[in-house]
């Protein structure tokens, strides 16, 4: 009998043992524009099943399982999901903030953002409201956004692809236009300094001609947009 339960006792200070060893806590930061710390949110893992809220510095600490999942889930901004991977340890986000009157009041009414910070973003800041900062590459980039458009291996490097090869038009990779110009390939653009991305097909690719019938990719860089602001603004 004192065999058996100091078996259950070894058994149970094992599976105690293994449960602990499958929870860790991850550091992280969420901000909005890409400049401003966001507070008072809330962020969840998914399997754990903890919740914290983030702080005055958009900061928070949060117990999640291995494989687990970050969750943010708020009125006004878009809802994020991000897997914890085994080399994570510390996650940063940023939150695209939803214009509208009533997201404005409810955002500054919950301490989210203050209303000065926000009203600044607004006006001077709407090329940050996104998350490109956030992949490593256009490629990654491409994968997270647009479903259906595959990455695939080409002679050069990677290359993008709209259409499948069940397509009439054939399993072609795309064109690139990176601030109004073709250019070869678009490994060398940064995320980070792109204020805009599109892929065209069908109707809204013939401007760039036949061979845009396998998909364009259409980019434009933070640089760029300001320059056209500028010349706009020196035009008037």
């Known amino acids: 009998m004192l065999m058996r339960s100091l078996a259950i006792v070894a058994i149970c200070t094992l599976m105690a043992s293994a449960s602990i060893a499958q929870t860790r806590v991850i550091k992280g930061k969420l901000t909005t524009f890409n400049k401003y710390p966001v507070q008072h949110v809330v962020v969840e893992s998914k399997k754990a099943g903890s919740t914290v809220m983030t702080d005055s510095l958009g900061q928070f600490e949060l117990v999640c399982n291995e494989k687990d999942v970050i969750r943010i889930k708020t ?7 991000r897997k914890v991977n085994e080399d994570d340890n510390y996650i940063s986000a940023n939150l695209i903030f939803r214009n509208s009157k009533k997201n404005r009041e409810i955002a500054t009414g919950l301490g989210y953002i203050s209303e000065q910070n926000l009203t600044f973003a607004l006006a001077h800041l709407a090329d940050e409201n996104n998350d490109f900062c956030g992949y490593a590459d256009v490629f990654s980039l491409i994968q997270g956004k647009f479903s259906g458009v595959q990455i695939k291996s080409t002679g050069s490097g990677q290359g993008i692809f709209v259409r499948g090869p069940k397509s009439i038009y054939g399993d072609t990779e795309a064109i690139y236009v990176v601030d109004g110009i073709r250019v070869a390939d678009v490994s060398f653009v940064n995320p980070c300094e792109m204020a805009s991305i599109d ?38």
């Open 75 to 81: 009125e006004v901004f878009e809802a994020l999901s």
């Open 199 to 236: 892929i065209l097909k069908d109707g809204g690719a013939a401007i760039y001609g036949s061979q845009a019938a396998n998909g364009v990719v259409v980019i434009e860089t933070k640089g760029h947009r300001q320059q056209q602001s500028l010349q706009d603004n020196g035009d008037r």
